[in-house]
């Protein structure tokens, strides 16, 4: 396959201008299907929400002498070669996500990601009314004595404790629902959306913020995740099709789909469905926060499936 072809080009050092075009045009495509902040390119960056052809290449330098120096493709002989696209997303998003978590530990939560998350959990799970200009919230959908001074709440909101936020923490949404649950439960009567977010923000204590290398968690490996992904994977495939997915990806030469469609004498439309939902599938379950995660997640994949055949 082409694509493998030009990654394990990289891999060796020799890279052509084919495989530079077609890291480049995956890089683009990831960046838009994930929508990923401009806060990961390490430069000054414009407002505007779309990524422009410039600032795709400079991520796309970014990322590859990221790769190249830290050696992130030292590895690919370890992969089956079936395998080596999605080696490369598991490299791609593990440094997208650390340069994410790097720029929180920065920032912590911002005012407006607490906007964001919290127009999510109340659209779901509060009622809203317009009046006038002004839009309101409350637990019931009742709407006397609304509060549209903060001054009335700062002081009483004051008295609530504050609700940590670390550079270890995961999740911000559950703790914004904290915030808001504990905000209503105090205040009990309608509150003005802009006075709520304000409210919000307050109730978090992020002094704690430090910044990480992103090597900290480099070796990492969640082994509980990734064996609860595999029992997953497992339960979503037709144990009769295991011997095709071992033979298509996980043995040491590869093999054609002409030639497994031969071998399990089985048309070859039927084989390419079969191998290309199971890629599907794993990448829908699981994919790993680095590229040692990686490995041992494929190597006990492999264990798991040979158990099966």
């Known amino acids: 396959m082409k694509k493998t072809k030009h990654i394990i080009e990289l891999a060796k050092g020799n890279l052509s201008s084919d495989g530079y075009n077609y890291i480049v045009s995956l890089v683009k495509y990831y960046l838009n299907k994930f929508s990923w902040p401009k806060t990961i390119l390490e430069e000054n960056i414009n407002n505007e929400k779309y990524w422009t ?3 795709v290449l400079s991520f796309t330098q970014q990322l590859l002498i990221y790769i190249i120096e830290k050696g992130k493709l030292k590895n690919y002989l370890k992969i089956p070669e079936n395998y080596i696209e999605y080696y490369f997303k598991t490299i791609l998003v593990s440094y997208v996500a650390n340069k994410i978590k790097e720029h ?6 911002s005012f407006d990601d607490t906007k964001r998350i919290s127009l999510e959990i109340l659209n779901d799970e509060y009622f809203s009314k317009k009046v006038k200009s002004d839009i309101f919230w409350n637990k019931e959908n009742e709407f006397t004595n609304l509060i549209v001074d903060s001054d009335i709440i700062n002081d009483i909101v004051a008295t609530l404790p504050k609700i940590p936020i670390t550079e270890k923490t995961k999740h911000y949404k559950p703790r914004v629902k904290t915030a808001l649950n504990d905000l209503f439960n105090l205040i009990n009567r309608p509150i003005k959306q802009s006075i709520i ?3 919000v923000f307050k109730l978090f204590d992020q002094s704690s913020f430090v910044l990480n290398d992103d090597e900290n968690i480099a070796g990492e490996i969640r082994e509980e995740i990734v064996f609860q992904a595999i029992e997953q994977i497992i339960s979503s495939i037709d144990k009769l099709d295991t011997i095709i997915f071992l033979d298509y ?3 040491e030469s590869k093999i054609s789909l002409n030639a497994l469609s ?4 089985l048309p070859k439309s039927t084989v390419h469905y079969k191998t290309t939902q199971f ?3 794993i990448s829908k379950i699981f994919i790993p926060i680095n590229e040692s995660e990686g490995v041992f997640f494929l ?3 492999h264990k798991r499936l040979d158990e099966l055949k």
């Not at 929180?104 to 939560?109: A, H, S």
């Not at 031969?262 to 004498?265: A, I, M, R, V």
């Open 262 to 265: 031969e071998k399990y004498n």
């Open 249 to 251: 990806f996980f043995r």
């Open 299 to 301: 190597e006990n994949l």
């Open 53 to 55: 052809e410039d600032e």
């Open 104 to 109: 929180q530990n920065k920032i912590g939560l």
């Open 279 to 281: 890629a599907k599938i």
């Open 197 to 199: 977010f304000n409210q």
